[in-house]
């Protein structure tokens, strides 16, 4: 048992949480495999797949490690182009272009750390958007990528439906377990002291950079595989499409209305990201002012998400970070 603010969490942990876990995801691969589901539902689950993928990468930085990042669609806008490149211009399979798009990402997010990572708080959250500003520049006059008009994805044999959604869920599933996995480990109570103080974390013995470097390049690589799956459904990456800020905003939306700071935060607030930005397609000109809207409210009312007030108050967490269960504690 947890207490929070003197109130008893129980913790769903170990075998509980497994079962449960093993149910919900077989559940999910035989309607992926069967065609128990039509296209269209199809390509609503291969969104929330991805975007749970994409959220639960920039919660871990931001939620769990308190590295705000600006910027991660420097690494959706490199995956989608590597994808492409390796598809269409080089004549190589999709698996060698994902595997591209995540070497690509991880070298990128090696680089770039020699950079960030001297900056902290709203310095490197501003300085992870201009370096993706300045990558969008860059493939708008890159020749080789046919600048602004974009480039295709030529996948063949291009994967069926049902194939695209099997390996979204695995993405998803790899995603939320790594999250889950390393939380729970000594590296976790690391990530939290230095979201807590980074100062005080060191002094307590915690290697900084090499925590930071740690999130941020499996950040990057997770971010990359989803963002390739996405352009493969797509058919073409542009560079406004690549490296817009509005991936970014897509993911503080689904991390703050599930829960930052929790693993199945995100889970929730992909779910209605997507049916909500489905049904605001109809309505163009309002959308963005509506999901602002929700987002102050959710802000306002229910500070800590979705997730996390229904854990509060209900007394129970779902993927607890913690390295204990009920239990064991009494």
């Known amino acids: 048992m947890n207490k929070r603010l003197g109130k008893p969490v129980k913790v769903l942990d170990s075998l509980p949480l497994l079962i449960v876990c093993i149910a919900v995801v077989s559940s999910l691969y035989v309607v992926c495999f069967t065609g128990i589901a039509s296209n269209n539902a199809m390509r609503y689950m291969i969104q929330i797949f991805l975007y749970i993928t994409m959220g639960e990468m920039w919660n871990l930085l931001s939620g769990f490690t308190g590295m705000t990042s600006l910027g991660q669609q420097l690494y ?28 690509v990402s991880v070298v990128v997010a090696l680089l770039m750390s020699l950079l960030l990572f001297r900056m902290e708080g709203m310095y490197f959250s501003i300085a992870t958007w201009v370096v993706a500003e300045a990558f969008e520049k860059l493939f708008l006059n890159w020749k080789y990528v046919e600048q602004g008009s ?62 930071k470097l740690l999130v941020y390049v499996i950040a990057a690589a997770f971010t990359a595989v989803a963002a390739g799956v996405f ?8 560079p406004e499409s690549g490296f817009g800020i509005s991936w970014t905003v897509s993911m503080i939306f ?23 930005q489905e049904f605001l397609a109809h309505y163009p000109g309002w959308s963005n002012i509506i999901l602002g ?10 500070p800590k998400g979705i997730m996390g007030t229904l854990q509060e108050k209900l007394g129970f967490e779902v993927f607890s970070a913690k390295r204990f269960s009920f239990a064991k504690h009494k």
Request: glycine share 10%; charged share 5%.
């Open 293 to 302: 809207a929700v987002t102050i409210l959710v802000i306002f009312f229910m």
């Open 150 to 211: 974009g480039l295709t994805v030529r996948v063949v044999p291009y994967p069926k439906i049902f194939e695209i959604c099997a390996f979204s869920l695995t993405v998803c599933v790899a995603a939320v377990a790594v999250v889950y996995i390393l939380l729970r480990s000594r590296a976790g109570l690391g990530l939290t002291a230095m979201r807590d103080s980074i100062t005080a974390a060191s002094a307590c013995g915690v290697n900084v950079f090499c925590h």
């Open 76 to 103: 959706i806008g490199l995956a989608g182009y590597s994808v492409a490149v390796a598809t269409t211009k080089l004549q190589h399979s999709l698996g060698v272009g994902l595997l591209l798009a995540v070497a």
């Open 254 to 276: 689904i991390v703050t209305i599930g829960g930052t700071g929790t693993v199945a935060g995100p889970i929730a607030g992909a779910v209605i990201y997507v049916f909500l």
């Open 231 to 238: 352009f493969v459904n797509k058919g073409i990456v542009y």
